[in-house]
């Protein structure tokens, strides 16, 4: 057992001592440890319920012969890091997550992990700790937040809580009805309802195979998640025994699998940027070109919140994510001989999934559309690529063409949106928000929740070359690479230049001639990042570009 560096031998004995100060007897040391790496913290809604699924961990690796051993992971809510500095915070956490979890547990030299993850970024970070570090590893993520209700029985969630605020400056909402989002739209603990970030990558961890059946979906409030947490404790010690570990799971064609569940559950946009890192850390590539290939063979076959009025808990009574896999494997879309931390294959592991309800989880056969639901849009405007969720984009917003409205910050941009100042048909342009000029890359909830509330979702489009939440609809397009701060084209962009925006054909251009642009370059002046101190100024110098993952350059 790896423990032995610390546990075994006279030169381990001031190893031993230490350990003994913990508490821990001499029988306890002759059986494997198992780090219990707890998000836990009571800033994030999402992880005030973890120290619960870890105390069930515990109980479940204790059960199975084991020896449990906490150690923390940080973890910031998007949420409450919207619209101000903080969000600059929020990327950056992924790689202090994973690097930190490496740190502890080489330093600390455990048998196995079990991840206790919940919401954005700490999911992916945790992830990437697991492939990097490479010994047996399982997840149990806290479970989704319940769905809200308001006092006309409407159901609610987070995004129309945004979108609320956009409502109250158009004048088509007073404060009194804002208050009654702010009291219902979050009414229990787990990560925010939709199909936003959180559950999106919790949803993905389900279906590259480290997790088991139930992690994606089962409600944190539920005591069926505290059973699936005592049953991940168990199995941990099942992958010791047979050794197997992240990087027997986390193969190329696990990645495809959980790209192609991307596209039929319609999750959040960030998984272009987190699927990648993860693969980075498991040897395995992924790039932006694949997106497009797998989307035009896999149906969107869901439309949970934002794109559609339904949560996180109704996709978990109608069988889940193994349910929504079950109807992918009836056109053979996954490669189902891959490995799960189960045990089984995914061949094995679906065997029993059932979809029992085809209003949610619609049948391949009569799917929302035949492509999925994230598109990669290339063009002189973003050559490396861009992103946008076209699962939630109306109709009408496929394909637009308008003119340019150029923000270099998101509150320059907020303020203009709020004072009613942007105009059906616009193209709103926020830059020098990507990785290295934000730093940090922000989520823009607020700017497009702005537009949605103010009923403009229908005309509009937004373009950035920073990021979305998961609970962001609409022509929204983010990602934009190369970004501004590396002299990409959206640094080009001037007020009033047409922007022409084609979803279905994945094309974006500006309509502005190779002569004027580079004329346009030849005058573009540097600017500094908007934070050169601290983590952010170190993250800014080593981060790569979005169509990359973000990941950290050595």
Request: overall charge negative; proline content about 5%; glycine content about 10%.
């Amino acid at each position: 057992m790896r423990s032995e560096n610390i546990t075994k031998g006279i030169e381990r004995a001031p190893n031993r001592s230490l350990l003994y100060a913990l508490g821990l007897t001499e029988e306890e040391l002759t059986r494997p440890l198992v780090g219990v790496v707890s998000s836990y913290n009571e800033i994030v809604p999402g992880h005030m319920n973890l120290d619960k699924i870890e105390e069930a961990v515990k109980a479940g690796v204790r059960t199975a012969g084991g020896i449990p051993i906490m150690i923390p992971a940080i973890a910031v809510c998007d949420g409450i890091a919207m619209g101000h500095t903080g969000m600059k915070y929020s990327l950056v956490t992924r790689d202090l997550i994973a690097d930190s979890t490496e740190a502890m547990v080489m330093a600390h030299q455990f048998d196995g992990l079990v991840m206790i993850p919940n919401c954005d970024k700490n999911v992916p970070g945790l992830l990437m700790a697991a492939a990097r570090l490479n010994i047996p590893t399982i997840f149990c993520s806290g479970g989704p937040m319940l769905a809200g209700k308001l006092e006309n029985g409407k159901r609610t969630c987070l995004s129309h809580m945004f979108e609320a605020v956009g409502a109250y400056h158009a004048g088509t909402m007073d404060e009194n009805d804002v208050n009654e989002y702010v009291e219902n739209a979050c009414p229990s603990c787990g990560s925010c309802s939709g199909m936003y970030t959180a559950n999106s990558m919790n949803c993905l961890t389900e279906a590259i195979g480290m997790a088991l059946e139930g992690n994606g979906t089962i409600p944190a409030p539920f005591s069926a998640r505290l059973r699936l947490a005592k049953k991940t404790g168990m199995k941990i010690m099942e992958l010791i025994e047979k050794d197997i570990k992240p990087r027997d799971i986390m193969t190329e064609a696990a990645f495809h699998n959980a790209e192609t569940v991307d596209m039929a559950l319609g999750c959040s946009t960030n998984t272009m940027l987190h699927l990648p890192a993860i693969a980075h850390e498991a040897g395995v590539t992924l790039n932006l070109d694949m997106v497009n290939e797998i989307s035009a063979k896999t149906p969107n076959l869901c439309h949970l919140a934002p794109a559609g009025d339904t949560f996180m808990e109704d996709l978990n009574l109608a069988g889940g994510v193994s349910a929504v896999m079950k109807e992918l494997t009836k056109k053979d879309l996954l490669d189902t001989s891959v490995l799960t931390v189960s045990g089984q294959t995914l061949k094995e592991k679906l065997e029993h999934a059932q979809n029992k309800d085809e209003v949610l989880i619609r049948p391949i056969e009569n799917p929302y559309s035949q492509t999925g639901g994230i598109a990669v849009l290339k063009g002189n405007l973003a050559k490396d690529g861009c992103v946008v969720k076209q699962s939630a984009v109306s109709k009408k917003m496929m394909k637009h063409e308008g003119p340019a409205r150029v923000f270099d910050s998101e509150e320059e941009a907020i303020k203009v949106i709020y004072d009613g100042k942007i105009n059906p048909g616009d193209v709103v342009v926020i830059r020098y928000e990507g990785p290295k000029g934000g730093p940090g890359m922000r989520e823009m909830l607020n700017p497009t929740s702005a537009i949605c509330g103010m009923g403009l979702d229908d005309s509009v489009a937004l373009i950035t070359d920073g990021r979305f939440s998961g609970a962001t609809r609409g022509a929204s397009i983010g990602h934009v690479s190369p970004e501004a701060a590396a002299g990409g084209t959206i640094a080009l962009v001037e007020e009033g230049d047409l922007i022409s925006i084609d979803i279905t054909n994945y094309s974006i251009e500006l309509k502005v001639s190779e002569e004027e642009l580079e004329r346009r370059r030849a005058s573009l002046t540097h600017k500094e990042p908007k934070i050169n101190t601290g983590y952010l100024a170190r993250y800014a110098k080593l981060v790569s570009s979005a169509d990359k993952g973000a990941i950290l350059t050595v």
